[in-house]
């Protein structure tokens, strides 16, 4: 029963939890712009009691509760993500989103009520022995909020020991959560390829070096990567999701570059270098047999997101005492989404692990501008990861 206590207590504060997610749903805000966000989370913090540091990762919030002992000297961080997205909501319900182009279609209001949560319950219990740190991050969606808290000495600050989040997952059932020990998500890459010719008339295509007929067989060329040089076991995606050449307006005019650019997805470092070298070696060599040029510039965004095993066993554990196993699943299968807590999970042990909400089935899924947080699974995030600061840094009398 120790362990279904944070759960039970949060029940009790549900319907707070609720007025603020479609709050900050109503308000959301990009990365490294959360102002109001921030703001309300670092009062409300303060009003429980806690120890609160801004300004970490430019918008980001820390807040420190140390439990009723401190003698183990252990200090375990929970992060949560607290910005929305550049895209319009289609929602009609009362707390849809009042900026016009910004929208919470990730969950991350969800996420930031659920570590809210969590601080009002261990605020007021601090029933363990050592320090929890509840990490309000910002600027996740593409802009590295992770890193920028690293940069600002977020681990050097607040020596976590090991480190916990979750985000919500609409194709697992509501009340259901998923992990893996070991890859979660897989590492994200921008590439861009700029082939330069020769503009002229289209009418006179021999007089020119027509970069988009080499656009087109580099396009066709890069699908091949994935199927004739990775290993069918390992996973990887290469997309070109962006072609710009020329002018829609002048039809008769062969532009002088083309430009092409996509995503790399991929879990282990060999394979991210490999598909680096064959789309360098395939737009130069293919360029150069129509007498243009390719210039590749590649960047890695986001490492792959890899719980560390130990961990991730005791995430499932803490879940499997509070749900029943059966509400549990251990060995989930990774999505070729990016993920930037890999950047926390680089630095300290810990794991990253999923909260089934539903709604996938009715076409509520992530980044679609008809998503919402589902409400009910707040007491459950939050329990879950109140139960894992107390189950690892537990009181011994």
Not at 191 to 201: K, M, Y
Not at 263 to 292: D, K, P, W
Not at 320 to 326: C, M, P, R, T
Not at 360 to 387: K, M, R, T
Request: hydrophobic residues 40%; negative net charge.
């Amino acid at each position: 029963m120790a362990l279904r206590s944070p759960l039970e207590a949060i029940r009790k504060f549900h319907d707070d939890l609720t007025l603020l997610r479609r709050d900050l749903h109503a308000h959301p805000e990009l990365g490294f712009e959360e102002v109001r966000t921030s703001g309300i989370v670092a009062k409300a913090l303060e009003l429980l009691g806690v120890e609160v540091h801004r300004g970490i990762g430019k918008t980001g919030v820390v807040g420190v509760i140390r439990g009723r002992r401190c003698d183990s000297g252990r200090m375990v961080g929970l992060r949560a993500d607290m910005d929305a997205l550049p895209m319009s909501e289609d929602n009609a319900f009362d707390h849809r989103s009042s900026r016009p182009g910004l929208m919470h279609g990730c969950g991350h209001d969800g996420h930031t009520a659920i570590l809210l949560g969590v601080a009002r319950y261990l605020a007021k219990t601090r029933n363990f022995d050592g320090t929890a740190v509840l990490i309000f991050q910002p600027a996740e969606e593409g802009l590295g909020g992770a890193r920028a808290m690293i940069e600002d000495g977020l681990f050097e600050i607040f020596p976590c020991n090991e480190i916990y989040a979750l985000h919500n997952w609409p194709a697992l059932p509501a009340g259901k959560v998923g992990i893996n020990p070991g890859p979660m998500m897989a590492a994200s890459d921008r590439f861009e390829i700029v082939i330069e010719g020769r503009g002229g008339h289209g009418a006179h295509p021999y007089l020119t070096i027509d970069p988009i007929v080499a656009a087109g067989q580099i396009i066709t060329a890069t699908q091949s990567i994935v199927a004739r040089n990775v290993n069918p076991l390992d996973s990887a995606v290469v997309s070109i999701c962006s072609v710009q050449a020329g002018n829609p307006g002048a039809m008769s005019v062969i532009p002088r570059e083309a430009r092409l650019v996509g995503t790399v997805r991929t879990f282990r470092r060999t394979v991210q270098e490999m598909i680096e070298n064959r789309l360098r070696e395939l737009s130069s060599s293919i360029a150069a047999a129509f007498g243009a040029t390719a210039t590749l510039t590649y960047e890695r965004i986001y490492p792959a997101t890899i719980n560390t095993p130990r961990e991730a066993n005791f995430v499932a554990d803490v879940a499997s005492a509070i749900l029943g196993k059966e509400n549990v699943i251990r060995d989930l299968t990774p999505s070729m989404g990016a993920e930037d807590f890999s950047l926390m999970l680089q630095g300290r042990p810990g794991a990253y692990f999923r909260l089934g909400q539903g709604g996938a089935e009715s076409g509520c899924i992530l980044h679609s501008s008809s998503y919402d947080f589902n409400d009910s699974v707040i007491p459950i995030g939050a329990g879950i990861l109140a139960a894992i600061v107390e189950r690892s840094m537990p009181v011994v009398d």
